[in-house]
């Protein structure tokens, strides 16, 4: 057994580096060092176990290899470098256990898909990108990397950072919609949360920008499907969130599923050599998606695992999750000449510098401590933060004549809906412990905690999907003794996420039946929608008078809907994706181009887009939802077309004024759009927003700076540029809702 005494190493190194006066440098250059002295007394055997992952035994979120043999034994051998899916400090430590009996004693890694949230469930990502609130977003990944590292884990699998133009698509669910700019901010603020103070702080996880790249283009909206598309849009609208990630320190990568324009991204050199590594100089190391390697025999892309694993680790996947291909091939590969040695050294070093950077080789067990694990866990102040950015996702679509907030001096509410006491529902998919209740609470329990002396009738209805009217008579009568109705409809956790595409996103046709009837009791009806994705809900869209897009809230969704509907919170949630009125329509998104005939209206011919048998526009647009006040937009009195050099900034400012009766939170968004191109240019791109909070009456003066970066743009030659000429700017309430409108020219 070999002892290796890294303190000695890193001492003297970091004693050289100091010298040279610059702190992080040092603490780099003594890491490196000691990879590359590990490395040198590792065998082509040891050096190939750290590219292998295995799932655990808690829980597969793939398809599980069949005789997996023995994990622990082959983790004493040095035969694995990273686990994921194993739940608690107590059955992590029996892993690392076995890691430290390897010759080496290299800790593991252990990995989960830490979504939205550990023991706290927060709002599903496309929720709390709904609140538009970064600093919100930041903190919900913050507690879920706390939760997280007092149990063991050291590596989420999160951020995804998808973009996502096709509601079919399940996996919209865990992402922040079609967004680039926005897609990017969130990126951002995503990584900070879960990384922290950095690498090696004992509450920090590795984060990892997924999945790399262009999954959420898939043709159809079907789950691993190809994707094909043009340099231009990658690079203009789905590589951005990536390489915000990066920019943030995002210290892994997971590459996707999906081949892209024929090359599956496992084994695709121009994304993972050429961007990541080449262009944009990642240091951090690629794991692939769940088997993706070996699936590149599926895929046509190669005959066997000997090839896949030949052709992933020069395509640039360091790590392989659950094909064995690595583990397998490798050693044979090398024997071959089929692949150097200098490729798995450099896999290698990527890894294990994760895990000095982790400390892991400090103190393999400092993640893994059972009594931080008790006391981390749901604390009150974490639970009131998940409150806070469950109520900021909310979206309020429809208010006719103010039915909302709901005031206490009703008598009675028939809370309705077979989503109206439901709890785990709430959580959605992703949530990593669906059947543990304690601390989640339902809407009706919201709201009987804030009811006063409102009485509270319940009848559920209905289920999700089922076509049973049996609970229909229950729920009538409920209404009719009524004043108001409060109705929660909408998905089941596993309608949504992944492998859960569908052709039908319409809200179940037996739940809609249950608000056609409360509605023809003359009674006021709300419906709160709960779901993963974009539902298609038009009669409930055109006949309910007020209605709220609640996502799947988490952990505390009941509280923070109760919060709402009692207007001790207004909403502010503005969607982040466009919500289509049919699958027909499918993808319907807001940047798109003008066209040689642009579509002038909703119902024209001989224009863009216009089916015959639907309005051209979306149901609810990119960046719309309401709130219980109103907010004027006044421009100034004079504003004349200036000229903007491309290295100055443009002011551009207005005041905003709430004119209504109730505090609130405008989000005021920025469009841009370059009215001549070469290449085109959509017709509008969000370039900034403000979360803006205004008292009743309160005005303020609100400025946008417009700089070059806002006006830079991919060619097709993927170079950024800007060009001279003439730009409109909109400022709006959404990317439909443009309350002025200014243009200038950029001028050389
Ligand atoms: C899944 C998902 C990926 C996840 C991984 C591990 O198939 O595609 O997002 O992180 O496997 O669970």
Redesign the pocket.
């Given at each position: 057994m070999i002892k290796i005494n890294w303190k000695v190493i890193g001492m003297l190194t970091l004693a050289g580096c100091l010298v040279t006066g610059n702190k992080a440098l040092a603490q780099q250059d003594s890491i490196d060092l000691k990879v590359e002295s590990l490395l040198g007394k590792m065998t082509l055997a040891e050096k190939i176990g750290q590219l292998n992952q295995y799932n655990g035994d808690w829980e597969a979120?793939?398809p599980v290899t069949k005789d997996v043999g023995n994990k622990i034994n082959e983790i004493k051998q040095g035969r694995v470098g990273a686990v994921?899916?194993i739940m608690g400090t107590t059955h992590i430590r029996t892993f690392q256990d076995a890691a430290m009996q390897s010759r080496l004693k290299i800790p593991l890694l252990f990995g989960q898909?830490v979504i939205h949230g550990y023991r706290i469930t927060f709002p599903i990502p496309l929720g709390e990108a709904s609140s538009w609130d970064m600093k919100a977003i930041e903190q919900s990944a913050r507690i879920a990397a706390t939760e997280a590292s007092a149990s063991g884990i050291n590596w989420t699998?999160a951020p995804?950072v998808d973009i996502a133009r096709d509601p079919r698509w399940g996996r919209v669910m865990e992402g922040a919609g079609e967004d680039p700019y926005l897609g990017s901010l969130i990126a951002t603020a995503r990584v900070k949360g879960f990384q922290g103070n950095g690498l090696g702080s004992i509450d920090a996880v590795m984060a990892c920008a997924?999945?790399f790249a262009a999954y959420g283009a898939a043709i159809g909206g079907r789950d691993y499907n190809s994707v094909d598309m043009g340099l231009h849009t990658l690079w203009e609208i789905y590589l951005p969130p990536f390489k915000a990630a990066l920019d943030a320190g995002v210290a892994t990568f997971?590459n996707s599923?999906n081949d892209l324009n024929g090359i599956p991204a496992t084994g695709n050199n121009y994304l993972q050599r050429d961007i990541l590594k080449g262009k944009w100089g990642f240091k951090g190391f690629v794991v692939s998606?769940?088997g993706s390697i070996g699936e590149m025999i599926n895929h046509g892309y190669v005959k066997d695992n000997y090839e896949a694993a030949e052709v992933a680790l020069k395509a640039g996947s360091d790590m392989d999750?659950e094909s064995r291909s690595y583990i397998n091939n490798l050693s044979k590969l090398v024997a071959d000449n089929k692949v150097p040695v200098s490729l798995i050294d450099d896999a290698a070093k990527r890894i294990l510098r994760k895990k000095f950077e982790m400390g892991l080789f400090d103190d393999p067990y400092r993640f893994i401590n059972a009594k931080r694990e008790k006391t981390a866990l749901n604390t009150p102040e974490n639970i009131e933060a998940a409150r806070d950015i469950a109520r900021k996702s909310i979206v309020l679509l429809k208010n006719e004549h103010q039915l909302l907030p709901l005031s206490k001096d009703l008598k009675t509410i028939a809370v309705i809906g077979p989503l109206a006491n439901a709890k785990k529902e709430l959580k959605g998919f992703w949530s990593l412990e669906i059947d543990k209740n304690e601390n989640n609470v339902s809407l009706l329990e919201g709201m009987q905690k804030q009811a006063g002396q409102t009485k509270l009738i319940y009848a559920q209805g209905c289920n999700i999907t089922d076509n049973s009217r049996v609970g229909f008579a229950d729920a009538i009568a409920a209404a009719q003794k009524a004043d108001v109705i409060v109705m929660a409809v909408g998905e089941a956790p596993d309608m949504t996420g992944?492998a859960k595409s569908k052709s039908n996103i319409r809200l179940p046709d037996i739940q809609e039946q249950l608000i056609k009837e409360m509605k023809a009791t003359g009674k006021p009806v709300v419906v709160l929608l709960m779901a993963g994705r974009p539902m298609i809900f038009n009669w409930t869209a055109d006949n309910v008078p007020a209605i709220l897009y609640t996502w799947w809230l988490g952990s505390q969704g009941g509280n923070a809907m109760a919060d709402v509907l009692y207007g001790n919170y207004n909403p502010s949630g503005k969607l982040p994706i466009t919500f289509p009125r049919s699958e027909g329509q499918i993808p319907i998104y807001y940047n798109h181009y003008n066209t040689g005939r642009p579509a002038q209206g909703d119902n024209d011919l001989y224009y863009k887009s216009a089916y015959i048998d639907l309005p051209n526009s979306p149901r609810y647009a990119f960046g719309y939802g309401l709130s219980y006040t109103t907010f004027e937009y006044q421009d100034d009195p004079f504003y004349s077309k200036i000229a903007m050099k491309d290295n100055q900034t443009l002011a551009i400012s207005f005041v905003l004024k709430n004119t209504g009766k109730y505090a609130g939170e405008e989000v005021v968004q920025l469009y841009i759009r370059d009215l001549v191109s070469q290449p085109l240019r959509p017709v509008k791109e969000l370039k900034d927003f403000r979360k803006i909070l205004l008292q009743p009456g309160e005005s303020r003066r609100v400025t946008f700076n417009i700089n070059k970066n806002m006006l830079s743009f991919y060619n097709d030659k993927q170079e950024l540029i800007t060009q001279p000429g003439d730009f409109q700017v909109m400022i709006g309430s959404a990317s439909n809702d443009i309350r002025l409108q200014r243009t200038f020219e950029l001028v050389n």
């Open positions: 979120t793939g994921l899916n898909d699998f995804m997924k999945h997971m599923f998606d769940w999750m992944e």
